[in-house]
Nanobody, 127 residues
Framework: QVQLVESGGGLVQAGGSLRLSCAAS??????????MGWFRQAPGKEREFVGT????????YYADSVKGRFTISRDNAKNTVYLQMSSLKPEDTAVYYCSGHRSRYDSTWNADGYVYWGQGTQVTVSS
């Protein structure tokens, strides 16, 4: 079973930057064989799709709320996916989760098809 562990969360001022990492481990599918996604959930709100990256890293897609500010990348040699967040806003405050998809690409841009989930890391943006 694939295990995902996020790191890099914390407290940052509005306008600042933060980079989250998500390391995959465990037996099962090779990390480079599936797409990865990032999601977030703020208190009292539903889980929200943030973005996704294809198996090779050659294709990415972002939610409108983060487009132009967030960048997803992956290093398949290190079994790690990253979420670089810039120009952070208080409304970006949430628990951020990485997730592994059942396919090489995520073409639905929502939680459908994601089968592996991390425990989440808290990101708090102060105004």
């Amino acid at each position: 079973q694939v295990q995902l562990v996020e790191s890099g969360g914390g407290l940052v001022q509005a306008g600042g930057s933060l980079r989250l990492s998500c390391a995959a481990s465990g037996p099962g599918r090779t990390f480079s064989s599936y797409a990865m996604g990032w999601f977030r959930q703020a208190p009292g709100k539903e889980r929200e799709f943030v973005g996704t990256i294809s198996w090779s890293g050659g294709s990415t897609y972002y939610a409108d709320s983060v487009k132009g500010r967030f960048t997803i990348s992956r290093d398949n040699a290190k079994n790690t996916v990253y979420l670089q967040m810039s120009s952070l806003k208080p409304e970006d405050t949430a628990v951020y989760y990485c997730s592994g998809h059942r396919s090489r690409y995520d073409s639905t841009w929502n939680a459908d098809g994601y089968v592996y989930w991390g425990q989440g890391t808290q990101v708090t943006v102060s105004s």
